[in-house]
């Protein structure tokens, strides 16, 4: 699959069928998101594979609202990204690099995250990526190592859906010239 295909047919998939994604897959997803640029090639997001069907329904039953609580039911494996924090947007004195102050670990964590989903979709599985959960309890049930913030769950899987996709916005509406 070509970069722009793949960039044009990577949809938000919320309903999986219940195939397995093999551990291998989800090494080589990680593998290609570690070509994700970041700030000084600081590389600090880490994943968490959830395979665990009683650490799934915690996440789920405890951290989440209905709609995410069916997203991750749904879905054989939940990956959980992570950041090593401040080190990306930071000096090596700990001081912030940017007035955007520690903003660009998300920024980083973001870049890494979709390269993840894109990686997905071209070997044929589903992702959405889903922020709306009690991060505190999450970063608990999933023992996420200190010194590292929680950012993103990611449900993946093989699709049982195609969504069509969404009208976009024009290029007129998006792009200005100065």
């Given at each position: 699959?070509?970069?722009?295909?793949?960039?044009?047919?990577?949809?938000?998939?919320?309903?999986?069928?219940?195939?397995?994604?093999?551990?291998?897959?989800?090494?080589?997803?990680?593998?290609?998101?570690?070509?994700?640029?970041?700030?000084?090639?600081?590389?600090?997001?880490?994943?968490?594979?959830?395979?665990?069907?009683?650490?799934?329904?915690?996440?789920?039953?405890?951290?989440?609202?209905?709609?995410?609580?069916?997203?991750?039911?749904s879905?054989?494996?939940?990956?959980?990204?992570?950041?090593?924090?401040?080190?990306?947007?930071?000096e090596?004195?700990?001081?912030?690099?940017?007035?955007?102050?520690?903003?660009?670990?998300?920024?980083?964590?973001?870049?890494?995250?979709?390269?993840?989903?894109?990686?997905?979709?071209?070997?044929?599985?589903?992702?959405?990526?889903?922020?709306?959960?009690?991060?505190?309890?999450?970063?608990?049930?999933?023992?996420?190592?200190?010194?590292?913030?929680?950012?993103?769950?990611?449900?993946?899987?093989?699709?049982?859906?195609?969504?069509?996709?969404?009208?976009?916005?024009?290029?007129?509406?998006?792009?200005t010239?100065?």
């Amino acid at each position: 699959m070509d970069t722009v295909t793949c960039i044009k047919t990577r949809r938000s998939i919320r309903e999986f069928t219940g195939q397995e994604v093999s551990k291998e897959i989800l090494e080589e997803l990680v593998e290609t998101a570690s070509f994700a640029p970041s700030w000084k090639h600081t590389q600090t997001t880490r994943y968490i594979a959830i395979t665990d069907p009683e650490i799934k329904k915690c996440l789920a039953e405890q951290c989440c609202a209905e709609h995410n609580r069916n997203i991750i039911n749904s879905a054989p494996v939940v990956v959980a990204t992570t950041i090593v924090d401040k080190r990306s947007g930071f000096e090596r004195d700990g001081s912030y690099s940017t007035i955007r102050k520690d903003n660009w670990q998300a920024f980083d964590n973001g870049i890494a995250t979709q390269t993840f989903c894109l990686a997905a979709n071209e070997k044929g599985l589903g992702t959405v990526i889903m922020g709306l959960y009690d991060i505190n309890k999450a970063e608990e049930i999933l023992e996420v190592p200190e010194g590292q913030l929680l950012m993103a769950l990611i449900a993946v899987g093989y699709p049982n859906q195609e969504p069509a996709a969404l009208k976009r916005k024009t290029v007129e509406d998006l792009l200005t010239f100065r």
